[in-house]
Nanobody, 125 residues
Framework: QVQMVESGGGLVQTGDSLNVSCVGS????????MGWFRQAPGKERVFVAA????????SYADSVEGRFTISRDNAQSTMYLQLNNLKPEDTAVYYC??????????????????WGQGTQVTISS
């Protein structure tokens, strides 16, 4: 089993930055692609970013490209998402996920086998 816990969410103002993290335990996550998704109230869960198992390739949603940066530290079984220049439309619960395919960068949430419980990110205008 894989357990993942997100942290670092909070309430910030437009233009501010946040860094959210996801710590994994159980099976080693270093062989898995990992991703971030978000879900706003009343909306579907959508792709934000993904990083392959080696940390050598990343993928971003168009809406966050250039503002968010995904990274990982396999020695610490931790993945990060740096959120810069935040906008009110970034308000959502942010979830981390792991996919057993090591070099895939799927954007479809159904391709990910393991999920964290989410952390709330709220941006005030």
């Amino acid at each position: 089993q894989v357990q993942m816990v997100e942290s670092g969410g909070g309430l910030v103002q437009t233009g501010d930055s946040l860094n959210v993290s996801c710590v994994g335990s159980g099976r080693t996550l270093k062989k898995y692609t990992m991703g971030w998704f978000r879900q706003a109230p009343g909306k579907e869960r959508v792709f934000v970013a993904a990083i392959n198992s080696r940390g050598t390739a990343t993928s971003y949603a168009d809406s966050v490209e250039g503002r968010f940066t995904i990274s990982r530290d396999n020695a610490q079984s931790t993945m990060y998402l740096q959120l810069n220049n935040l906008k009110p439309e970034d308000t959502a619960v942010y979830y981390c996920a792991a996919d057993e395919c090591p070099l895939c960068l799927y954007r479809d949430p159904t391709r990910y086998e393991y999920w964290g419980q989410g952390t709330q990110v709220t941006i005030s205008s």
